[in-house]
Protein backbone atom coordinates (compact mmCIF):
# COMPACT_ATOMS: atom_id res chain seq x y z
CA UNK A 1 0.00 0.00 0.00
CA UNK A 2 1.71 3.47 -1.20
CA UNK A 3 -0.05 6.40 0.19
CA UNK A 4 -0.48 9.72 -1.73
CA UNK A 5 0.92 12.76 -1.45
CA UNK A 6 -2.27 14.33 -0.71
CA UNK A 7 -2.79 11.72 2.12
CA UNK A 8 0.50 12.15 3.47
CA UNK A 9 0.12 16.07 3.46
CA UNK A 10 -3.36 15.93 5.13
CA UNK A 11 -1.95 13.52 8.18
CA UNK A 12 0.81 16.13 8.38
CA UNK A 13 -1.34 18.88 8.95
CA UNK A 14 -3.77 17.52 11.78
CA UNK A 15 -0.04 16.44 13.61
CA UNK A 16 0.67 19.90 13.71
CA UNK A 17 -2.59 21.17 14.57
CA UNK A 18 -2.92 19.38 18.72
CA UNK A 19 -5.83 17.78 17.42
CA UNK A 20 -5.31 14.14 16.95
CA UNK A 21 -8.40 11.89 17.63
CA UNK A 22 -12.49 12.61 16.77
CA UNK A 23 -13.31 16.33 15.73
CA UNK A 24 -13.23 17.98 12.84
CA UNK A 25 -11.23 15.94 10.16
CA UNK A 26 -13.70 13.85 11.24
CA UNK A 27 -16.98 15.60 10.20
CA UNK A 28 -14.91 16.32 6.79
CA UNK A 29 -14.52 12.54 6.38
CA UNK A 30 -18.36 11.96 7.07
CA UNK A 31 -19.52 14.55 4.25
CA UNK A 32 -17.51 13.62 1.98
CA UNK A 33 -18.70 9.55 2.43
CA UNK A 34 -21.99 11.10 2.61
CA UNK A 35 -21.76 12.87 -0.31
CA UNK A 36 -20.31 9.77 -2.30
CA UNK A 37 -23.16 7.30 -0.81
CA UNK A 38 -26.15 9.89 -1.14
CA UNK A 39 -27.15 9.50 1.86
CA UNK A 40 -27.82 12.30 4.73
CA UNK A 41 -26.05 10.15 7.30
CA UNK A 42 -22.59 8.45 8.27
CA UNK A 43 -20.41 7.97 11.39
CA UNK A 44 -17.43 6.74 10.93
CA UNK A 45 -15.33 4.42 13.12
CA UNK A 46 -12.45 2.81 14.29
CA UNK A 47 -13.10 -0.61 11.92
CA UNK A 48 -15.80 -2.05 9.49
CA UNK A 49 -16.49 -4.86 12.19
CA UNK A 50 -17.15 -2.13 14.57
CA UNK A 51 -19.14 -0.51 11.97
CA UNK A 52 -21.01 -3.29 11.30
CA UNK A 53 -21.51 -4.50 14.42
CA UNK A 54 -22.85 -0.74 16.04
CA UNK A 55 -25.02 -0.97 12.73
CA UNK A 56 -26.69 -4.28 13.97
CA UNK A 57 -26.93 -2.59 17.66
CA UNK A 58 -28.83 0.04 16.38
CA UNK A 59 -31.07 -1.10 13.95
CA UNK A 60 -33.11 -3.33 16.43
CA UNK A 61 -33.47 -5.44 19.68
CA UNK A 62 -31.58 -8.60 18.25
CA UNK A 63 -30.42 -10.09 21.30
CA UNK A 64 -30.90 -13.78 20.88
CA UNK A 65 -32.62 -13.42 17.22
CA UNK A 66 -31.68 -15.35 14.17
CA UNK A 67 -30.02 -13.48 11.93
CA UNK A 68 -29.32 -14.56 8.54
CA UNK A 69 -26.14 -14.37 6.70
CA UNK A 70 -23.65 -15.93 4.13
CA UNK A 71 -20.83 -18.32 4.89
CA UNK A 72 -18.92 -16.75 2.31
CA UNK A 73 -17.47 -13.45 3.67
CA UNK A 74 -14.89 -12.59 6.13
CA UNK A 75 -15.06 -13.45 9.81
CA UNK A 76 -16.04 -10.05 10.54
CA UNK A 77 -19.54 -10.41 9.23
CA UNK A 78 -20.56 -13.54 11.43
CA UNK A 79 -18.17 -12.32 14.06
CA UNK A 80 -20.40 -8.71 14.84
CA UNK A 81 -23.54 -10.83 14.72
CA UNK A 82 -22.25 -12.92 17.78
CA UNK A 83 -21.51 -9.38 19.11
CA UNK A 84 -24.91 -8.08 18.65
CA UNK A 85 -26.10 -11.40 20.93
CA UNK A 86 -27.86 -12.86 17.73
CA UNK A 87 -27.81 -16.26 16.54
CA UNK A 88 -26.00 -16.66 13.23
CA UNK A 89 -27.90 -18.34 10.64
CA UNK A 90 -26.34 -19.31 7.58
CA UNK A 91 -28.05 -19.40 4.01
CA UNK A 92 -26.04 -21.02 0.99
CA UNK A 93 -24.46 -18.33 -2.05
CA UNK A 94 -25.47 -18.38 -5.36
CA UNK A 95 -22.93 -20.13 -7.31
CA UNK A 96 -22.12 -17.33 -9.77
CA UNK A 97 -22.33 -13.79 -8.18
CA UNK A 98 -21.09 -15.40 -4.58
CA UNK A 99 -23.22 -13.76 -3.11
CA UNK A 100 -26.10 -14.48 -0.61
CA UNK A 101 -28.93 -17.06 -2.64
CA UNK A 102 -32.47 -15.33 -1.66
CA UNK A 103 -33.72 -18.58 -2.13
CA UNK A 104 -32.30 -20.33 0.68
CA UNK A 105 -32.38 -17.27 2.66
CA UNK A 106 -35.65 -17.54 2.07
CA UNK A 107 -35.83 -20.77 3.26
CA UNK A 108 -34.24 -19.97 6.62
CA UNK A 109 -36.55 -17.85 8.02
CA UNK A 110 -37.76 -18.83 11.10
CA UNK A 111 -40.79 -16.63 13.45
CA UNK A 112 -37.21 -15.78 15.38
CA UNK A 113 -35.66 -14.17 12.24
CA UNK A 114 -35.14 -10.46 12.40
CA UNK A 115 -32.81 -8.89 10.46
CA UNK A 116 -30.51 -10.06 7.31
CA UNK A 117 -27.23 -9.28 6.38
CA UNK A 118 -26.10 -9.05 2.53
CA UNK A 119 -22.56 -9.06 2.09
CA UNK A 120 -21.50 -7.24 -1.47
CA UNK A 121 -18.97 -9.76 -2.07
CA UNK A 122 -15.47 -8.15 -4.23
CA UNK A 123 -17.94 -5.28 -5.00
CA UNK A 124 -20.30 -6.90 -6.82
CA UNK A 125 -23.84 -6.00 -4.94
CA UNK A 126 -26.25 -8.62 -3.48
CA UNK A 127 -29.53 -9.17 -4.98
CA UNK A 128 -31.17 -6.53 -3.37
CA UNK A 129 -34.27 -6.79 -5.24
CA UNK A 130 -35.09 -9.99 -3.97
CA UNK A 131 -33.95 -9.45 -0.28
CA UNK A 132 -35.56 -6.48 -0.08
CA UNK A 133 -38.63 -8.21 -0.95
CA UNK A 134 -38.12 -10.88 1.38
CA UNK A 135 -37.29 -8.19 4.34
CA UNK A 136 -40.73 -6.24 3.46
CA UNK A 137 -42.64 -9.47 3.59
CA UNK A 138 -41.43 -10.91 6.48
CA UNK A 139 -40.95 -7.73 8.44
CA UNK A 140 -37.06 -8.12 8.93
CA UNK A 141 -34.82 -5.36 8.85
CA UNK A 142 -31.97 -5.29 5.77
CA UNK A 143 -28.12 -5.08 6.66
CA UNK A 144 -25.45 -4.34 4.40
CA UNK A 145 -21.86 -5.54 4.71
CA UNK A 146 -20.77 -3.14 1.69
CA UNK A 147 -17.12 -3.79 3.14
CA UNK A 148 -15.70 -3.92 -0.42
CA UNK A 149 -18.50 -1.37 -1.96
CA UNK A 150 -17.63 1.80 -1.64
CA UNK A 151 -17.87 2.77 -5.62
CA UNK A 152 -20.81 -0.05 -5.98
CA UNK A 153 -24.20 1.26 -7.11
CA UNK A 154 -27.28 -1.54 -7.85
CA UNK A 155 -29.45 -0.08 -10.25
CA UNK A 156 -28.19 3.45 -9.57
CA UNK A 157 -28.58 3.26 -5.77
CA UNK A 158 -25.56 2.84 -3.29
CA UNK A 159 -26.24 0.28 -0.40
CA UNK A 160 -27.60 2.50 2.37
CA UNK A 161 -29.94 4.02 -0.21
CA UNK A 162 -31.42 0.16 -0.21
CA UNK A 163 -30.87 -1.24 2.99
CA UNK A 164 -31.98 -0.10 6.72
CA UNK A 165 -28.07 0.42 7.45
CA UNK A 166 -25.00 -0.41 5.24
CA UNK A 167 -21.41 -0.50 6.73
CA UNK A 168 -17.88 0.04 5.08
CA UNK A 169 -14.47 -0.68 6.12
CA UNK A 170 -11.48 1.44 5.29
CA UNK A 171 -9.01 -1.35 6.06
CA UNK A 172 -5.62 -0.74 3.87
CA UNK A 173 -6.49 -3.46 1.38
CA UNK A 174 -9.87 -1.52 0.93
CA UNK A 175 -10.81 0.91 -2.47
CA UNK A 176 -10.36 3.91 0.39
CA UNK A 177 -8.32 3.43 3.28
CA UNK A 178 -7.96 5.15 6.59
CA UNK A 179 -5.14 2.66 7.91
CA UNK A 180 -8.13 1.23 10.24
CA UNK A 181 -11.48 2.35 9.68
CA UNK A 182 -14.76 1.70 8.95
CA UNK A 183 -18.24 4.00 8.14
CA UNK A 184 -21.88 3.31 9.14
CA UNK A 185 -24.17 5.28 6.51
CA UNK A 186 -28.09 5.10 6.36
CA UNK A 187 -30.96 7.24 5.83
CA UNK A 188 -32.27 7.47 9.30
CA UNK A 189 -31.06 10.04 11.73
CA UNK A 190 -32.15 8.45 14.56
CA UNK A 191 -29.78 5.38 14.02
CA UNK A 192 -27.04 6.94 13.08
CA UNK A 193 -27.32 9.22 16.60
CA UNK A 194 -27.65 5.82 18.55
CA UNK A 195 -24.20 4.64 16.65
CA UNK A 196 -22.24 7.66 17.39
CA UNK A 197 -23.58 7.58 21.22
CA UNK A 198 -22.54 3.95 21.36
CA UNK A 199 -19.04 4.21 19.41
CA UNK A 200 -18.12 6.22 22.36
CA UNK A 201 -18.98 4.88 25.68
CA UNK A 202 -22.86 5.88 25.59
CA UNK A 203 -21.38 9.68 25.88
CA UNK A 204 -23.79 11.85 25.65
CA UNK A 205 -21.03 14.76 24.17
CA UNK A 206 -17.50 13.84 23.35
CA UNK A 207 -14.50 15.35 24.06
CA UNK A 208 -14.29 17.51 21.29
CA UNK A 209 -17.97 18.61 21.77
CA UNK A 210 -16.83 19.57 25.65
CA UNK A 211 -14.14 21.56 24.41
CA UNK A 212 -15.85 23.30 22.16
CA UNK A 213 -18.38 24.29 24.18
CA UNK A 214 -16.15 25.23 27.24
CA UNK A 215 -18.49 22.68 29.44
CA UNK A 216 -17.18 19.46 31.01
CA UNK A 217 -20.70 17.51 31.96
CA UNK A 218 -21.75 14.12 30.48
CA UNK A 219 -24.12 11.53 31.04
CA UNK A 220 -23.98 7.85 30.05
CA UNK A 221 -27.77 7.06 29.77
CA UNK A 222 -26.93 4.11 27.73
CA UNK A 223 -24.21 1.12 28.09
CA UNK A 224 -21.60 1.59 25.10
CA UNK A 225 -18.04 0.69 23.06
CA UNK A 226 -14.96 2.48 21.87
CA UNK A 227 -15.32 2.39 18.31
CA UNK A 228 -14.56 6.48 17.60
CA UNK A 229 -11.85 6.91 14.23
CA UNK A 230 -9.39 9.66 15.25
CA UNK A 231 -8.81 12.76 13.23
CA UNK A 232 -5.61 11.58 12.33
CA UNK A 233 -6.88 8.44 10.81
CA UNK A 234 -9.43 10.66 9.26
CA UNK A 235 -7.22 12.67 7.22
CA UNK A 236 -5.54 10.19 5.84
CA UNK A 237 -9.04 9.09 4.12
CA UNK A 238 -9.52 12.62 3.50
CA UNK A 239 -6.84 12.28 1.40
CA UNK A 240 -6.97 8.87 -0.33
CA UNK A 241 -10.86 10.50 -1.35
CA UNK A 242 -9.18 12.74 -3.46
CA UNK A 243 -8.44 10.42 -6.07
CA UNK A 244 -10.97 7.71 -5.63
CA UNK A 245 -12.88 8.79 -8.99
CA UNK A 246 -9.47 8.28 -10.73
CA UNK A 247 -8.72 4.93 -8.83
CA UNK A 248 -11.87 3.43 -9.46
CA UNK A 249 -11.76 4.37 -13.44
CA UNK A 250 -8.51 2.08 -13.19
CA UNK A 251 -9.79 -0.78 -10.98
CA UNK A 252 -13.08 -0.82 -13.78
CA UNK A 253 -9.57 -0.78 -16.67
CA UNK A 254 -8.08 -3.17 -15.07
CA UNK A 255 -11.15 -5.63 -14.37
CA UNK A 256 -12.28 -5.09 -17.97
CA UNK A 257 -8.56 -6.39 -19.41
CA UNK A 258 -8.55 -9.37 -17.24
CA UNK A 259 -12.22 -9.92 -18.88
CA UNK A 260 -11.39 -9.94 -22.26
CA UNK A 261 -8.16 -11.88 -22.17
CA UNK A 262 -9.81 -14.50 -20.28
CA UNK A 263 -12.83 -14.86 -22.02
CA UNK A 264 -11.19 -17.54 -24.20
CA UNK A 265 -10.48 -20.20 -21.09
CA UNK A 266 -14.30 -20.34 -20.24
CA UNK A 267 -13.55 -24.18 -20.32
CA UNK A 268 -11.55 -23.79 -17.46
CA UNK A 269 -12.79 -21.06 -15.66
CA UNK A 270 -15.61 -18.76 -14.76
CA UNK A 271 -15.10 -14.98 -14.67
CA UNK A 272 -16.93 -12.63 -12.41
CA UNK A 273 -20.53 -11.75 -13.64
CA UNK A 274 -21.02 -8.27 -14.82
CA UNK A 275 -24.90 -7.21 -14.54
CA UNK A 276 -25.47 -4.43 -17.00
CA UNK A 277 -27.67 -2.63 -14.01
CA UNK A 278 -25.01 -2.52 -11.58
CA UNK A 279 -21.63 -0.33 -10.76
CA UNK A 280 -18.87 -3.10 -9.87
CA UNK A 281 -16.52 -1.53 -7.54
CA UNK A 282 -13.81 -3.91 -8.45
CA UNK A 283 -12.22 -4.36 -4.65
CA UNK A 284 -11.82 -7.94 -5.99
CA UNK A 285 -11.22 -9.85 -8.98
CA UNK A 286 -12.29 -13.05 -8.18
CA UNK A 287 -12.95 -16.32 -10.44
CA UNK A 288 -13.96 -20.17 -10.08
CA UNK A 289 -12.02 -22.74 -11.42
CA UNK A 290 -13.42 -25.63 -12.86
CA UNK A 291 -11.57 -28.32 -11.42
CA UNK A 292 -13.61 -31.38 -12.92
CA UNK A 293 -11.45 -29.75 -15.90
CA UNK A 294 -8.05 -29.73 -13.98
CA UNK A 295 -5.49 -32.44 -12.91
CA UNK A 296 -4.21 -29.87 -10.12
CA UNK A 297 -6.06 -28.45 -7.38
CA UNK A 298 -6.88 -24.83 -6.21
CA UNK A 299 -3.94 -24.18 -4.00
CA UNK A 300 -1.35 -25.88 -6.43
CA UNK A 301 -2.73 -23.58 -8.98
CA UNK A 302 -2.14 -20.69 -6.39
CA UNK A 303 1.58 -21.94 -5.93
CA UNK A 304 2.31 -22.11 -9.31
CA UNK A 305 1.39 -18.53 -10.29
CA UNK A 306 3.76 -17.47 -6.94
CA UNK A 307 6.36 -19.58 -8.46
CA UNK A 308 5.81 -17.12 -11.34
CA UNK A 309 6.02 -13.64 -9.69
CA UNK A 310 2.36 -13.55 -9.17
CA UNK A 311 0.72 -13.29 -6.13
CA UNK A 312 -3.17 -14.44 -5.51
CA UNK A 313 -5.37 -14.88 -2.68
CA UNK A 314 -8.11 -16.66 -1.89
CA UNK A 315 -11.38 -14.63 -0.63
CA UNK A 316 -13.11 -16.65 1.12
CA UNK A 317 -12.38 -19.61 3.28
CA UNK A 318 -16.16 -20.49 4.06
CA UNK A 319 -16.98 -19.85 7.92
CA UNK A 320 -17.93 -23.41 8.22
CA UNK A 321 -14.65 -24.06 7.35
CA UNK A 322 -13.22 -22.36 10.57
CA UNK A 323 -13.06 -24.54 13.10
CA UNK A 324 -14.56 -21.68 16.06
CA UNK A 325 -17.67 -21.74 14.10
CA UNK A 326 -17.90 -24.87 12.78
CA UNK A 327 -17.80 -26.18 16.26
CA UNK A 328 -20.30 -23.23 17.63
CA UNK A 329 -22.61 -23.33 15.33
CA UNK A 330 -22.18 -27.12 14.56
CA UNK A 331 -21.98 -26.20 10.78
CA UNK A 332 -21.42 -28.54 7.49
CA UNK A 333 -19.89 -28.08 4.54
CA UNK A 334 -22.68 -30.58 2.97
CA UNK A 335 -25.17 -28.35 3.60
CA UNK A 336 -24.03 -25.47 1.53
CA UNK A 337 -23.05 -27.02 -1.73
CA UNK A 338 -22.43 -23.74 -3.58
CA UNK A 339 -20.10 -22.18 -0.92
CA UNK A 340 -18.48 -25.69 -0.24
CA UNK A 341 -17.54 -25.49 -3.96
CA UNK A 342 -16.72 -22.00 -4.24
CA UNK A 343 -14.58 -22.01 -1.09
CA UNK A 344 -12.04 -24.70 -2.70
CA UNK A 345 -12.33 -22.68 -6.45
CA UNK A 346 -11.81 -19.27 -6.09
CA UNK A 347 -8.92 -17.45 -6.71
CA UNK A 348 -8.06 -13.47 -6.47
CA UNK A 349 -6.38 -12.18 -9.03
CA UNK A 350 -3.94 -9.24 -8.57
CA UNK A 351 -5.91 -5.99 -8.22
CA UNK A 352 -5.02 -2.75 -7.28
CA UNK A 353 -4.18 0.52 -8.66
CA UNK A 354 -0.54 0.34 -8.78
CA UNK A 355 -1.13 -2.52 -11.22
CA UNK A 356 -0.31 -1.53 -15.53
CA UNK A 357 -2.17 -3.03 -18.60
CA UNK A 358 1.04 -4.81 -18.88
CA UNK A 359 0.63 -6.46 -15.40
CA UNK A 360 -2.64 -7.62 -16.15
CA UNK A 361 -1.64 -9.46 -19.60
CA UNK A 362 1.59 -10.58 -17.65
CA UNK A 363 -0.87 -12.49 -15.45
CA UNK A 364 -2.76 -13.42 -18.07
CA UNK A 365 -0.20 -15.16 -19.81
CA UNK A 366 1.33 -17.09 -16.82
CA UNK A 367 -2.61 -18.57 -15.62
CA UNK A 368 -3.29 -19.72 -19.41
CA UNK A 369 -0.12 -21.54 -19.34
CA UNK A 370 -0.58 -23.11 -16.03
CA UNK A 371 -4.25 -23.87 -17.16
CA UNK A 372 -2.65 -25.61 -20.95
CA UNK A 373 -0.58 -27.57 -19.07
CA UNK A 374 -2.69 -28.94 -16.40
CA UNK A 375 -5.87 -30.04 -18.31
CA UNK A 376 -7.07 -33.27 -18.56
C1 LIG B 1 -16.79 -8.54 4.08
C2 LIG B 1 -16.07 -7.85 5.19
N1 LIG B 1 -16.77 -7.44 6.26
C3 LIG B 1 -16.20 -6.80 7.29
C4 LIG B 1 -14.83 -6.54 7.29
C5 LIG B 1 -14.23 -5.90 8.49
O1 LIG B 1 -13.57 -4.71 8.23
P1 LIG B 1 -12.38 -4.20 9.19
O2 LIG B 1 -11.16 -5.01 8.84
O3 LIG B 1 -12.23 -2.77 8.81
O4 LIG B 1 -12.80 -4.40 10.58
C6 LIG B 1 -14.06 -6.92 6.20
C7 LIG B 1 -12.62 -6.64 6.18
O5 LIG B 1 -11.85 -7.14 5.43
C8 LIG B 1 -14.69 -7.60 5.12
O6 LIG B 1 -13.99 -8.01 4.07
Not at 81 to 90: F, Q, R, Y
Not at 93 to 106: F, G, P, Y
Not at 131 to 158: E, F
Request: net charge positive.
Amino acid sequence: MKLSSAAKKEVNNVMASGWLSTGSRVADFEKQLSRILNVPYVAALSSGTAALHLALESTGDFKEAEIITTPFTFVATVEAIMLAGSKIVLADIDSETLNISAEDAARKITKKTKAIVAVDIAGNPADYSAIRKLCRDHSLKLISDSAHALGTKYKNKTMPELADVSAYSFYPTKNVTTAEGGAVASKNKKLIEKVRLLSSHGLTSNAYQRQKTGGWGYDVPVFGYKANLSDIHAALGIGELKNFEKNQRKRTMLAKRYLANLSHLSDSLRLPPVATDIQHSWHLFIIQLNLDSLKIDRNRFIAELSKLGVQCGVHYQPVFELSFYRQALKLKASDFPNAAKAGKSVVSLPLHTLLKISDIDFVCECLAAILGRNRH
